[in-house]
């Protein structure tokens, strides 16, 4: 949003405050905002401000300050401030779940107090593991020349923006990029979303606590809740923030990385992805009816709203694709339609669907606004055949999120490789195939076309769970992610985003990081010594 957008600056005491260095403080505010319960379209009743740069500057320098003081902490200080953190959540579990219900629409229970909340503090809990044992460093020691190397913090603050989807588990002052930059030893500035603020100040006030609890510096965690475009832009690009943490649309996250990278800083996104899911034609014939249930479930889960959300199914044309395409209509047409987080995620939906049938999509189910309650878009199911796609592949793959997808009917084998030799990156794809083995050969063909244009690949499953496990990769090659090289979700993988390499040349013994010298500080640290995995000492 431009400055012009934003409601006039009112009187401040109605204006929920900002957390900046440990103080609950009325903002510098530009503008205000009101979200709005996406049930009923009505204000939940709070007002937030827009920062200016005063905001933004203030809490950046004194995330340096913090990041050095967390430096001469130690690594116990952190786990434990983890720890407690994800136990304050627990202890006012009801009221977050009951404001971020409001605020997002999604379902209290199971999906909010049951999957997600928990889902949180386990990640939280994970990053202090990863925090205390320190394996994550990566140390590195080379006895013949004496030169040795780890991991570190950045010596400044992240930024973390967090999405309008995960008012917990990606929540920028809570979830998963924010538990790894705290398990590096860095202080975290939350850009709250501003689709769910006061969830978020909710988490900011417990986060704030857990600080004190634990002796933490009171800037280890701040929160603001929105800027316009050229403030957002000097967040990322300042000379003292030691990196940023994105999750949210493509348009928005390159013009904060054009910032960046102008500024030589790092910053680390998740963008846009359709997901494609691959159904070979004996696993049509084996399980067909079961796989148009299992893909109109995973499709309109949370209203489509995940960014695993299968978004194409590819397929090869014949009469058990005739019948998957007949079943999944009738499915997407009378399934109950959800609430969209948002108006802006609604108005979204009906741009996108709309660029899909201007490129040569037949719409099968669906296609309108409404059909639920509050910001709602029906259940849309589209269809192109796999010459068209090939015409327009760029069109064909805009990303609708929410309860949409795009079924792509490809002539042959030779023409569904070429359609996915025209994806662009994603976080998943997968790949259905029958038991006996007959599909063995169509898969060959199409796996290694797949494999380098998704993050993770499945097999017979849809992909909109992500277990939140050390081996898992939630990334891909751009647009999913910025960088393919690096996973939002899998401690202590994650935490390297936020790290820098800090090398030690003929630095004496006794002034190394407790990690590179001789003596394993824990007996169960791993490190490469002389290209050795080893968790014993030096010599």
């Known amino acids: 949003l431009t400055a012009s957008k934003f409601l006039e600056v009112r009187d401040m005491s109605d204006v929920q405050p900002i957390l900046i260095a440990g103080t609950w403080r009325p903002a510098d505010a530009e503008g205000t905002f009101e979200p709005k319960n996406p049930a009923t379209k009505e204000p939940t009743g709070e007002v937030y401000p827009v920062s200016t740069l005063k905001d933004v500057e203030e809490a950046i320098e004194a995330a340096a300050v913090a990041a050095e003081q967390i430096a001469e902490m130690g690594d116990e200080i952190v786990a434990s401030f983890l720890e407690r953190f994800a136990e304050r959540i627990e202890a006012r579990a009801d009221e977050l779940v009951a404001m971020a219900n409001a605020e997002s629409g999604l379902p209290a229970s199971p999906r909010l107090a049951g999957i997600e909340l928990p889902r949180t503090t386990d990640q939280l ?8 044992n320190r394996s994550w460093t990566m140390p590195n020691i080379d006895t013949g020349s004496n030169i040795r190397s780890l991991y570190g913090a950045l010596g400044g603050g992240v930024a973390v923006f967090g999405p309008n989807n995960f008012p917990f588990a990606f ?11 705290i398990a590096a030893g860095n202080p975290v500035i939350g850009k709250g979303n501003s689709s769910h603020p006061g969830t978020t100040r909710l988490l900011a006030e417990e986060a704030l606590g857990a600080a004190e609890d634990t002796g933490m510096p009171k800037a280890t965690v701040q929160l603001i809740y929105r800027t316009n475009h050229e403030v957002g832009a000097r967040l990322v690009s300042h000379p003292k923030i030691g990196a940023t943490g994105y999750t949210g649309s493509r348009g928005a996250g390159l013009v904060l990385k054009e910032a960046a990278d102008k500024a030589g800083k790092p910053i680390y996104m998740e963008l846009s992805s359709i997901n494609p899911v691959v159904i070979l034609p004996g696993a049509l014939v084996e399980r067909g009816e079961e796989l148009a249930g299992e893909f109109t479930t995973s499709c309109l889960m949370g209203t489509g709203q995940f960014c695993t959300n299968p978004g194409v199914i590819l397929m090869l044309k014949g009469a058990n694709t005739d019948t998957f395409v007949q079943a999944t209509s009738a499915q997407f047409s009378e399934a109950p339609v959800g609430t969209m987080l948002t108006e802006a995620v609604e108005n979204g939906m009906e741009r996108s669907v709309g660029t899909l049938k201007g490129a040569g999509a037949e719409v099968l189910a669906g296609g309108e606004r409404g059909g639920g309650k509050g910001f709602s878009f029906q259940n849309t199911l589209l269809k192109v055949d796999g010459a068209t796609f090939l015409k327009d ?16 009917i490809a002539d042959d084998m030779d023409q569904a490789v070429e359609v996915t030799r025209h994806f ?4 998943t794809g997968c790949i259905y195939s029958d038991s006996k083995g007959e599909d063995e050969p169509h898969y060959r063909r199409i796996e290694p076309v797949l494999r380098k244009k998704v993050g993770r690949l499945l097999n017979d499953k849809m992909p909109t769970g992500v277990a939140v496990v050390p081996s898992m990769n939630h990334g891909g090659p751009y647009p999913a992610t910025g960088h393919p090289g690096f996973t939002a979700v899998g401690l202590p993988s994650s935490i390297s985003r936020f790290a820098m390499l800090e090398c030690y040349d003929n630095v004496r013994e006794h002034r190394l990081p407790a990690e590179l010298r001789d003596q394993n500080p824990s007996g169960a640290l791993w490190r490469l010594i002389d290209q050795q995995w080893s968790q014993g000492d030096v010599g």
């Open 393 to 408: 592949p760029e069109a064909l793959q805009e990303e609708a999120f929410g309860n949409e997808s795009l079924l792509i």
């Open 171 to 181: 929540n920028s002052v809570a979830g998963g990029d924010f538990a790894a930059a």
């Open 424 to 427: 662009e990156g994603n976080l």
């Open 125 to 132: 809990r994970q990053a202090a593991t990863a925090a205390r």
